[in-house]
């Protein structure tokens, strides 16, 4: 639902959707930044677990396993970018996407 025929004050003012997309976010960030981050060094970490992406691999055993959390880092700043330049009815499906990856 758009706010944009609301006079400037009321547009500034968070909405029922605001909401929704910073629960999204939150989900977002446990699934995919401490959910798989944390899944993924425990797998390698203990040798249960290899790196299966070709670049990501070369990365790990070049620098070791803590090269993920600035690449995570660096993802979730990408879609969060992605996310601001959407337009305002989509966005909610960024969060939504990176907490499916």
């Keep these: 639902m758009s706010n944009e025929h609301l ?22 960030l446990v ?16 040798g249960t677990a290899v790196e299966a992406h070709p670049l990501v691999g070369r990365l790990v055993a070049g620098y070791g396993v ?7 880092l660096a993802v979730l700043g990408l879609f969060y970018a992605v996310y601001r330049l959407a337009p305002r009815e989509v966005r909610v499906g960024v969060p939504i996407g990176l907490s499916l990856l």
């Design 7 to 28: 006079p400037t004050a009321d547009r500034l003012r968070p909405t029922a959707e605001d909401a929704l997309r910073g629960d999204w976010w939150v989900v977002a």
């Design 66 to 72: 803590w090269v993920l959390v600035p690449l995570k």
């Design 31 to 46: 699934l995919f930044g401490v959910g798989d981050l944390g899944l993924t060094l425990f797998g390698l970490l203990t």
